[in-house]
């Protein structure tokens, strides 16, 4: 569908008067304002929109109609739009420590940088360039530790800086990255033991590790995330207040503070939340429960709307979340309501198959070729067919035979 172009200097101010005019033209019944919320907002449909409709659900759409998948995501991107001028200082820094130029590097951290740059936006991805891997690449590591302690990302996608110093033999780089590491790893452990005074002191040393893991792709959640999820109110106020943000989310999911808190029902925690502008998609909020195997709530969100082969933000779909609760009664149940398994493709090709491969789960294997499930589709430029050779999964591999699997000519 045909989406808005955002002006080339977006005013925030404009859309949200924009989002207030459809509130109003909708509780007067206006049939093209109706038409756009119920575009974009399914659980509408056959409900008493003049009356129910909020604010929030008026920027929801707003958004949506410029192409993105929240009104945060929008305002960020508003923000980011609007300061080209940090983005040019920010590559001066980066220039400067290509080159390690110290006293231009201090000039430009002074000056409005961003430490927490990781690519240039928009979808060339060959501007990826995080802060420290740029100084581990140009051989200047004794950036490291001055850009860590300024919170610039150890972990940034795919891409983890003590992995990397690993590969250059950078010793004193892996020593302090290793005791980066840890102290995260120590500052989730006193989280979920609601340990006040040692989070206190941990952040007062080191305020950078209230954004640990925040950009990176691993299975270790954002402090934030994991104090909402716990329900620890207070933690989540210090962790905001000390700079972890509001927004992140974790791995490639869309799921944040917010998702957690409301699946959980934090209830403080939902309100501090509140207070800073983060909100939780119903579609990451129904995609969270059917990761917990929760089946009354994700048939409680089908019921109230939810369109269950819609991809988020990632492409992932529903069934990528429900085979990894390996509920089976969940995974079925929506099988029955419409699903698609060729749907079910993750995010950048990441695909929940090759899991189920390499573990030779056989008969979840099995499950998702009798619905239908296209043998030849292709992860990392492989099919099924490919991984159950390179795994030596001899069972698999001659299930899929049977089902018509092809190599690809690698």
Request: net charge negative.
């Given at each position: 569908?045909?989406?808005?172009?955002?002006?080339?200097?977006?005013?925030?101010?404009?859309?949200?008067?924009?989002?207030?005019?459809?509130?109003?033209?909708?509780?007067?019944?206006?049939?093209?304002?109706?038409?756009?919320?119920?575009?974009?907002?399914?659980?509408?449909?056959?409900?008493?929109?003049?009356s129910i409709i909020?604010?929030?659900?008026?920027?929801?759409?707003?958004?949506?109609?410029?192409?993105?998948?929240?009104?945060?995501?929008?305002?960020?991107?508003?923000?980011?739009?609007?300061?080209?001028?940090?983005?040019?200082?920010?590559?001066?820094?980066?220039?400067?420590?290509?080159?390690?130029?110290?006293?231009?590097?201090?000039?430009?951290?002074?000056?409005?940088?961003?430490?927490?740059?990781?690519?240039?936006?928009?979808?060339?991805?060959?501007?990826?360039?995080?802060?420290?891997?740029?100084?581990?690449?140009?051989?200047?590591?004794?950036?490291?530790?001055?850009?860590?302690?300024?919170?610039?990302?150890?972990?940034?996608?795919?891409?983890?800086?003590?992995?990397?110093?690993?590969?250059k033999g950078l010793?004193?780089?892996?020593?302090?990255?290793?005791?980066?590491?840890?102290?995260?790893?120590?500052?989730?452990?006193?989280?979920?033991?609601?340990?006040?005074?040692?989070?206190?002191?941990?952040?007062?040393?080191?305020?950078?590790?209230?954004?640990?893991?925040?950009?990176?792709?691993?299975?270790?959640?954002?402090?934030?995330?994991?104090?909402?999820?716990?329900?620890?109110?207070?933690?989540?106020?210090?962790?905001?207040?000390?700079?972890?943000?509001?927004?992140?989310?974790?791995?490639?999911?869309?799921?944040?503070?917010?998702?957690?808190?409301?699946?959980?029902?934090?209830?403080?925690?939902?309100?501090?939340?509140?207070?800073?502008?983060?909100?939780?998609?119903?579609?990451?909020?129904?995609?969270?429960?059917?990761?917990?195997?929760?089946?009354?709530?994700?048939?409680?969100?089908?019921?109230?709307?939810?369109?269950?082969?819609?991809?988020?933000?990632?492409?992932?779909?529903?069934?990528?979340?429900?085979?990894?609760?390996?509920?089976?009664?969940?995974?079925?149940?929506?099988?029955?309501?419409?699903?698609?398994?060729?749907?079910?493709?993750?995010?950048?090709?990441?695909?929940?198959?090759?899991?189920?491969?390499?573990?030779g789960d056989i008969?979840?294997?099995?499950?998702?070729?009798?619905?239908?499930?296209?043998?030849?589709?292709?992860?990392?430029?492989?099919?099924?067919?490919?991984?159950?050779?390179?795994?030596?999964?001899?069972?698999?591999?001659?299930?899929?035979?049977?089902?018509?699997?092809?190599?690809?000519?690698?």
């Amino acid at each position: 569908m045909k989406t808005e172009k955002l002006p080339a200097q977006p005013n925030i101010e404009q859309l949200k008067n924009q989002a207030k005019s459809l509130v109003k033209a909708c509780r007067a019944k206006d049939s093209d304002a109706e038409k756009r919320v119920l575009r974009y907002a399914s659980k509408f449909k056959g409900k008493p929109l003049a009356s129910i409709i909020t604010l929030q659900d008026a920027q929801f759409v707003i958004a949506r109609e410029h192409g993105f998948f929240s009104w945060p995501k929008l305002k960020r991107r508003i923000e980011e739009l609007n300061q080209s001028t940090q983005l040019g200082t920010t590559h001066r820094l980066i220039q400067a420590i290509r080159k390690g130029d110290h006293r231009d590097f201090k000039r430009h951290l002074k000056t409005g940088a961003n430490i927490k740059h990781i690519y240039d936006g928009g979808t060339d991805y060959t501007t990826f360039s995080p802060l420290i891997k740029v100084a581990i690449d140009a051989g200047y590591p004794e950036f490291v530790p001055l850009l860590a302690k300024q919170g610039a990302h150890t972990h940034a996608w795919h891409w983890n800086a003590l992995l990397h110093a690993q590969e250059k033999g950078l010793t004193d780089t892996i020593k302090f990255l290793e005791s980066k590491e840890q102290s995260a790893s120590f500052l989730c452990e006193a989280i979920r033991q609601s340990d006040l005074e040692t989070i206190k002191q941990m952040l007062h040393e080191s305020p950078d590790l209230a954004s640990a893991y925040e950009a990176g792709h691993t299975e270790d959640m954002p402090p934030l995330i994991l104090a909402a999820k716990e329900g620890h109110a207070h933690i989540v106020r210090l962790l905001l207040d000390t700079g972890a943000d509001p927004l992140g989310e974790y791995e490639t999911t869309t799921f944040n503070a917010m998702t957690v808190a409301l699946y959980h029902e934090h209830t403080d925690v939902i309100e501090i939340l509140k207070s800073v502008g983060v909100e939780s998609l119903d579609l990451s909020n129904f995609m969270y429960a059917a990761w917990q195997g929760d089946l009354p709530l994700v048939k409680q969100y089908l019921e109230d709307g939810i369109n269950i082969n819609e991809k988020d933000e990632h492409k992932q779909h529903v069934l990528n979340w429900a085979f990894f609760s390996e509920n089976q009664e969940l995974i079925q149940y929506l099988f029955k309501q419409g699903a698609d398994i060729n749907q079910s493709l993750g995010w950048e090709g990441y695909m929940w198959f090759v899991r189920y491969v390499q573990s030779g789960d056989i008969d979840t294997i099995r499950q998702v070729l009798e619905a239908g499930f296209d043998v030849n589709t292709q992860a990392y430029g492989k099919t099924l067919f490919d991984w159950a050779k390179e795994y030596e999964k001899d069972e698999i591999f001659d299930l899929l035979t049977t089902y018509g699997a092809e190599q690809t000519n690698r």
